[in-house]
């Protein structure tokens, strides 16, 4: 052993971090899939990772260059991004002075060039007369200065006759001439690049028909998915318990082993493995010993072995991840945790590799130093080092290639014939060098900047007409106050409670509401963690029946389980032998009625199914198991429930963070949210962030038991935190596919908050009635200007529908990120696109409320950010690409079609109509005390020090908005923003705002609100 | 020459309207598309929607109207592609009790997938492309069924065929959709030898391809009045035809690749109507197969075995399409055996209710994680291995080494390119080379007899 085991692990440690960090599809978690790379600054990162991946670092230059043709992305943002960009450079004469290299970069920003191999050129000028006209979209001042160069008097004929396409064509071609022979006789300059790793890409590059992964793939999906199925198959892995290598090497050992050509030696070498295990060698071991051995027998000399690893991991990333997944969070499995190692995949994978080159060398003529057998032979060492010797260089372009894209960038500079024959080789070679190394990439990276930048002056511009224009505080006590999670997705809704009523308050706050749990409600089966996925929870609630409801409820589980059983005894039969034979020939055809009914009749067969549901037993009352007795622990370690002391945190927290320690409404709603679809395997990832993709209900509903607990309040009035007795909380979720809000314990509403809290049920619907119609416009499905009532039925088909792959859009759209107070964006219009945190610095002297507050908000609203602008930058390489081919695999993940990489990320129908831009995360507080904050929240200054999140301070007291800059030192600076313009479309209502409108709107003040809630004054006293 | 006389009665026209309508569609969509000018989303699903509507309640109308006649067999002749005296190829439906139900199911589950689909494939790029192959596939399915002679068949037969393969290499921007989609259309072709054989064997000994020259009487009490070996030598080619399509052994492995293309189209295409085109052209000609009991015994064999291979792969599938796959090959192995026995009535039963079911659970199945929470809850848990406890009776080594048998897939792929593909490749390289040689030879050039590297990569 030369390489101990211990670095290698770490090794494989570091190439872990490359992996999706993706979990198991029934929870889904949006989080950024470069995770790896968060060390380094963004834009450097997208680059290296694109690399990586082969992916795309951003959307394609066609893609902006329509953006800029629409206006969404505006000259002065080019202008603003290159200066930014280039500094003092931006002035640095070009070609003689005749331009600079500002106004280079901006012609080929505003332009674009093309760029063709020589053989490219020789067809262009043979087949098209391309060459032979100035480009059409030269700026005129520019165009009339090359018509000017040509010399009248050279002219045989009178100037006033000839034609100006003459002229036109005269001027280009006799520039094409100045540009062939300035860049005549030079040749093409050979770049070598780093040849790659891995032997698959080597055997590849030379010959383009003999690919391994395409023969270890297969095998290998089938391999893992058997080992990790959670339940698909009827007949399980045998010997799963020992791990994947163990159990692989069990199964395929055996003498009927596989008899394709290039896994002829894989039996035995399996058997070798499998004996090692049966010997009770410890199983990291064995194959730790593999993957040091293999890599030896690749010939992977060891400085190259970290890369190599990482790179044969990322081949098959998806079902790697998932291995890794299992393994650091077992109790994430959707049923059971099965021994997962990601060193077991690595040695399987490595194991196949080698054997699959082996016989891939010996069709290269290469055949594999004979033996091959169990000695640590560096047996493909030669081939490695004789493909990777003869990797083919790259060339760069020709002279003619050279010529082309001279003569497209001197007419964009304005440069005619005579001043490129001027120039000197010097300024010749400095002006293609400028021009090749503002490549394609560098192009979509300043787009980039200059469309995020756009949408940024928007925000901000809003903001700071907000703050000038802010309302005096409210003295009135509020009627009613509401705490969503801080959901882009609630900024309607919210916007919509406080359009409906002048008096009521809402509030943004993470939408577990401080209640880290696992959660077993009276339909589950087991208990699934609600929190973020960065806390593992110490607590387990479980939802019972009322002990009146307990005959009942056992009567119905009854009935359940024995409809259940018939179900699936029906499913599972119809894919038998003989079962399924007599199931499927006699009753097969009554699957008729079902069909028929879900697929032209979604909407009827949905609400007749909750009907039926309805008539079979109302939901039995239910409570939430929360306090704790004794102090036991459960058989997983967690505890039950939570006794007074953790209760009256929990409480604490939460009001704190959200500001509302004083200045109670008599009704104060928590409202959780989740969201229900059909035939969507990423339902999931509709619901909340903050509960880990679970649904924050019980969450809520928890929260709002804790704080109407009377022991509960007397623990905190003696600490200081009074709420009054006239407080009553109500838990409830939102449903962001239907817009329909559920309220919990409804039948501990005290008789004299009945009233008020019927009112405000009442006022929610409405608000959610809005809600579906201001979601409706995005769905190009739905025709412009639904009334609410067709609005709600739309989004509510949706939710039913086996047909609807867009059930709701998610996240998609999200923008921004605003921590602060409610009071300075209440009546501004975000379009849905902006998370909201409720946070009041004037409570927080210390700064640790803005430190928790960030700690939390930072990574969340981040992750789902940068997944959802990935996922939309490259919808194939970060996202899962398109649904319509997605098959549910293991019940851990989806495939393309039959067998591939599990697909990461979200579906290109969730990502559509999203804009790719980072979080514009707006925090209320000065920039001094964010510098502070940040300095103890090494992660969150990481993000935003390597500008993963745009971070904005907006301080509490001048209203001074200040824009972050990292400085060369890696610190954290600010940089006051100035406002591009002072003035703020005014709208008088949400829905005259964006009515007639399908994309993105632009922020908006609102005028119009009702001053108190309706239907309320008569209950009041 | 006689006068087409199709629109003489209704049920005749309500006959041909059945191929008319899809054909409608399918030029409507086809045309603008070809002159780059695609209708709107809404305006090809409507069309498609009342091509397959209408002919679906032609279909049922035409159901009542022969049932009305006691079943019996309504021709409708719609030309002559030949005719020298004694031998003719005629074009010729037939309206009868086995072509009739079947057309309604299939025209029912076409109009049902259009419903499905417009909304399914909403802003997909391919939306046009996948209108048209439906519209093509219906059209090709319309003209098998109601095939009033062997060369009608066939031609639907085909299109079946050309719209199935395309469709499952939908996404032909990725290698696993077009080696699926090659795979399966290779399938079929091979497969296809043996239709085309039956119909030059059948217009030989009838001097016709059309059923009523070959059949006496109405299905399912027609009988075949031609020699016994002719009957024999049919059968084995119709078999032959039927094992690709109805992805029996040793043709079934392309049905699980088959999953390559979106829900909709998996579901209909491969799991309930393309995988029962076999079993109809048997049926079609069950009269040829009484008279060949050996031709009826080998099917049983055959079908037995697919569906034994199928339950037993199909119960270690890890994935929901492949398992729905296998559960569908299970049932086609079955109803070839049925047929093979003899029976005519429980085969058609079992085709068509098979077919609606498997449509259900195939477009459910992305549901699949909403459909298992729900069973755990309702169970208290999750449902464990049940059917497989018996092999937890076998000896260790056994049930490993049958496992392993079953995750490869019973090796089947293994053993068909083995067999079949590389051999045939290495043939056809070395004439490759040899064309090379001789070429260069004749030309004069330099010889360039590199070996061509074919795909043997991906065919293993």
Known sequence: MHQPHASLEDMIATAARFLPPQGPIDSFVAQNPLQGFEDLPFEEAVIRAARLYGAQPFLPETAYREELAKGRIRITDLEAVLAADLGGRRLAPLAGGRATLGRLHLQLLLHGVRMESDVAVRWTLTESRSIERLRDDLEPQIRARLLASVDPASDHSSPGSIAPGVIDGRVASELWHACVEMTAGARAAVVHDQPPLRHRDLILASVPTLDTDALVHPLLIRMVAAFLDQGVAAWPMPDRDQGLLAAVAGVYSGRLGPVEPWSRELPDRLRRIRGACDRGDDPRKVALDVIAAELRRLGVPEPSWQDFMTESLVALKGWAGMVRQLEDRPDRAPVEAVPARLIDFLALRLLLDRTATEWAAGRLGHPPAAGGGPTDEATLAPLWGELRGRHPPRRGPGSLARAFLLHQVSQLLGLAADDVRGLGVHELLELEHEVAAFDPIARRRLFHLAYERRLRVEMLDALAAQWSAKSPANPGRPRAQAVFCIDDRCESWRRGLEELAGDVETFGAAGFFAVPMYFRGIDDWHAVPLCPIVIRPDHTVIERPEDRAAANHRFQQSVRRSLGRLRGGISEGSRSLLRGGILTSVGGALAAVPLVARVVFPRLTARLASGAAALAGRRVPTRLDLKRGADARLPDGTRPGFDLDEMAAIVRRLLEDIGLTSGHARLVAIIGHGSTSLNNPHESAYDCGACGGGRGGPNARAFATMANDPAVRARLAASGLVIPDDVVFVGGMQDTCTSVIAWYDTDRIPDHHRGEFEAFRRLCAEAGGLDAQERCRRFDSVPPGVPVAEALGRVEVRSADLAQVRPEYGHASNAACIVGRRALTRGLFLDRRSFLVSYDPGHDTAGRILERTLAAVGPVCGGINLAYLFSRIDPLGYGAGTKLPHNITALIGVMDGHASDLRTGLPFQGVDIHEPVRLLMVVEAAPERIQDVLERLPVVKNMVANRWIQLVSWHPETGGLALQETSAAGGIAFVPYVPESEAIPVASSSAAWYRGRRGNVPPARLTAQRSSMPGQEAVTP | ??????????????????????????????????????????????????????????????????????????????????????????????????????????????????????????????????????????????????????????????????????????????????????????????????????????????????????????????????????????????????????????????????????????????????????????????????????????????????ALHAAIVGSVQTDLKSMLAYASMTQAGIILAEIGFGWRVIPLVHVISHAILRSLQILRSPSAMHDRHELAAALGGHPGPSEWSLMRLLPKGVSRGLYHIALERGFEETFVSGLFVRPLLAALMSADALERRWVATLGGGPADDRPRDFKEGAAS
Request: with cysteine.
């Open chain 2, 1 to 306: 020459m006689t006068t087409p006389r199709f629109l003489a009665d209704p049920v005749s026209a309500l006959v041909v309207w059945q191929l008319v309508a899809p054909v409608t569609a399918l030029a409507g969509i086809g045309l603008p598309a070809l002159l780059g000018r695609p209708l709107s989303e809404r305006a090809t699903t409507r069309l498609v929607g009342t091509a397959f509507t209408t002919g679906f309640i032609a279909a049922l109308a035409t159901l009542a109207a022969i049932a009305n006649q006691g079943f019996a067999a309504h021709l409708v002749h719609l030309g002559r592609l030949f005719d020298v005296g004694h031998h003719a190829a005629t074009i010729e439906l037939v309206a009868d009790g086995l072509s009739v139900p079947y057309v309604c199911f299939s025209t029912g589950l076409c109009a049902l997938v259009n419903a499905f689909a417009g909304k399914y494939l909403h802003r997909e790029p391919g939306f046009t492309r996948f209108f048209i192959l439906l519209a093509l596939f219906g059209t090709g399915m319309n003209l098998m069924v109601l095939a009033g002679s062997i060369d009608v068949l066939f031609a639907g037969w085909e299109f079946l065929g050309i719209s199935s393969a395309l469709l499952i290499g939908f996404f032909h921007e990725r290698r696993n959709a077009v080696d699926a989609a090659l795979r399966a259309f290779t399938t079929y072709r091979i497969c296809d030898v043996g239709l085309f054989g039956a119909s030059v064997v059948i217009h030989r000994a009838t001097g016709s391809g059309d059923f009523e020259r070959l059949f006496t009487g109405d299905w399912p009490h027609a009988v075949c009045p031609v020699p016994a070996a002719t009957a024999l030598f049919v059968s084995l080619l119709l078999v032959f035809a039927a094992l690709g399509k109805s992805a029996q052994v040793p043709f079934s492995g392309w049905l699980p690749r088959a999953m390559e293309g979106p829900t909709p189209s998996s579901a209909i295409f491969y799991g309930a109507l393309s995988i029962h085109a076999g079993a109809y052209v048997l049926l079609r000609y069950e009269a040829v197969l009484d008279a060949a009991p050996a031709a009826g015994w080998l099917l049983v064999v055959i079908g037995a075995g697919t």
